[in-house]
């Protein structure tokens, strides 16, 4: 059993930061990659950023330059740090994490949800 805590997030005036953060705990052989997604109102759930196990990202051109998604292996936590923050960056915030099995079989686990609303 694998579970996924999100923390972090809240409401922000436009231009501000915000960290959000996700703690993977349970059963786990290896993290293959982290990441997150985010789902705005009346929208579909979309990739805002992934992080490999080797440190690889990518990032969805919407938050390049203004996101940085971080990883501590040692905590098997994944962060997001946002700063100058806009309105349409509100949205519900998904944290991600694919599991590889000793069987080398992967799983997608999924956080809860946090909830970002900029303000402006």
């Known amino acids: 059993q694998v579970q996924l805590v999100e923390s972090g997030g809240g409401l922000v005036q436009a231009g501000g930061s915000l960290r959000l953060s996700c703690a993977t705990a349970g059963s786990i052989f290896r993290i293959v990659a982290m990441g997150w997604y985010r789902q705005p109102p009346g929208k579909q759930r979309e990739l805002v950023a992934t992080?490999?196990?080797?440190?690889?990202?990518n990032y969805a051109d919407s938050v390049k330059g203004r996101f940085t998604i971080s990883r501590d292996n040692t905590k098997n936590t994944v962060y997001l740090q946002m700063n100058s923050l806009k309105l349409e960056d509100t949205a519900v915030y998904y944290c991600?994490?694919?599991?590889?099995?000793?069987?080398?079989?992967?799983?997608?686990?999924w956080g809860q949800g946090t909830q970002l609303t900029v303000s402006s």
């Open positions: 992080i490999s196990s080797e440190g690889s990202t």
């Open positions: 991600n994490v694919r599991i590889a099995t000793v069987t080398r079989v992967e799983y997608d686990y």
